[in-house]
């Protein structure tokens, strides 16, 4: 079964755009126009994702989505909007957003962020905890690693990684997996800096987590 796509657009001509490209790929998109509106139809059907923009007639954006986290509802949720600034990115994941893309994008790089968030194992909730060894858990939401219940702050390339390595856990991630999954479509990825996080992430997890198959890619395992 497709998976269900709400979208949350006041431009229609927008709308439209990203309706007829996702339908295309094979999703249900259910359109809104407003946060009122919107509102309402949360309330009313279950959805796989969400797509929001902030500045819409009625509820603006991070308030439906706030409100729908308290709620109760754990659908991952990705903002759409042309706000930029690191206030607004702050506002947007204090709501409860699980990506953050900014106008004008490419349909393409909405589709890998899209496809990203939906097959993870582990979806929006405000207080859980994915346990990776013993003592050692990572919070999928806040993207931190927790060492013995102490946080150990990690660098966003590092936190998307390590979710990688936990949706995939005991598969072989090929190095083009691990680019699409961090980089976007724009950043040129990077092999040393790869290697970085792979060092870093070993260096929290245990030298022997993390394992290189050579010209394969890369393996969590149990230390």
């Known amino acids: 079964m497709s998976?269900?796509?709400?979208?949350?657009?006041?431009?229609i001509n927008l709308a439209q755009t990203i309706e007829e490209f996702l339908e295309e790929e094979g999703y249900k998109v259910t359109?809104?126009?407003?946060?009122?509106?919107?509102?309402?139809?949360?309330?009313?059907?279950?959805?796989?994702?969400?797509?929001?923009?902030?500045?819409?007639?009625?509820?603006?954006?991070?308030?439906?989505?706030?409100s729908s986290r308290e709620d109760g509802n754990e659908v991952p949720a990705i903002f759409i909007t042309s706000m930029d600034s690191l206030k607004d990115v702050e506002t947007g994941y204090e709501s409860g957003c699980d990506d953050y893309?900014?106008?004008?994008?490419?349909?393409?790089?909405?589709?890998?962020?899209?496809?990203?968030?939906?097959?993870?194992?582990?979806?929006?909730?405000?207080?859980?905890?994915?346990?990776?060894?013993?003592?050692?858990?990572?919070?999928?939401?806040?993207?931190?690693?927790?060492?013995?219940?102490?946080?150990?702050?990690?660098?966003?390339?590092?936190?998307?990684?390590?979710a990688l390595f936990l949706k995939r856990r005991g598969e072989v991630i090929s190095h083009d997996a691990i680019f699409e999954s961090l980089w976007t479509y724009d950043e040129t990825?990077?092999?040393?800096?790869?290697?970085?996080?792979?060092?870093?992430l070993r260096k929290y997890l245990g030298k022997d987590s993390i394992v290189s198959i050579k010209k394969l890619g890369y393996k969590l395992i149990r230390p």
């Open 3 to 11: 998976a269900h796509i709400f979208l949350l657009e006041d431009d």
């Open 31 to 66: 359109l809104a126009y407003d946060g009122d509106s919107a509102q309402s139809t949360l309330y009313e059907e279950r959805f796989d994702l969400l797509l929001l923009d902030v500045n819409v007639p009625g509820i603006d954006g991070f308030s439906l989505l706030k």
């Open 101 to 162: 893309i900014r106008k004008p994008f490419a349909l393409k790089e909405l589709l890998l962020r899209i496809e990203s968030l939906l097959k993870r194992e582990f979806f929006h909730s405000p207080n859980s905890k994915v346990t990776v060894f013993k003592d050692i858990d990572f919070d999928p939401v806040g993207m931190a690693l927790y060492i013995d219940n102490k946080e150990q702050p990690l660098q966003p390339k590092e936190a998307r990684l390590l």
């Open 189 to 200: 990825p990077s092999e040393g800096a790869l290697r970085t996080y792979i060092k870093n």
